[in-house]
């Protein structure tokens, strides 16, 4: 049996970050996890004010252990940015 190649070990990483970053919009907003998806809204879709918004970058930073820059902080729209900001700070 081979090793998995590197490329499928990445996919699978960003994979999990993605379902992780999910779980936390779904607590920061108060929904199901079925209802997020990655091109979920934060404000639209998921109906996070801006107080919210920034519990969820909170806790996205708490559970990866980084820190997200106001400038970031801000691009995020969607469940994909965050997750897309997390892959790229932990260079996934």
Not at 8 to 15: E, G, L, P
Not at 60 to 87: F, P
């Amino acid at each position: 049996m081979s090793a998995p190649s590197p490329t499928s070990s990445v996919v699978v990483q960003r994979a999990e970050i993605l379902e992780r970053v999910r779980q936390l919009a779904a607590e920061s907003a108060g929904v199901a996890i079925e209802a997020v998806g990655p091109e979920s809204e934060l404000e639209r879709d998921l109906g996070m004010d801006s107080l919210t918004r920034i519990e969820f970058a909170m806790a996205v930073e708490e559970a990866y252990g980084l820190e997200l820059s106001d400038e970031v902080a801000e691009k995020i729209q969607t469940v994909a940015d965050a997750t897309a900001a997390v892959t790229a700070l932990l260079k996934v």
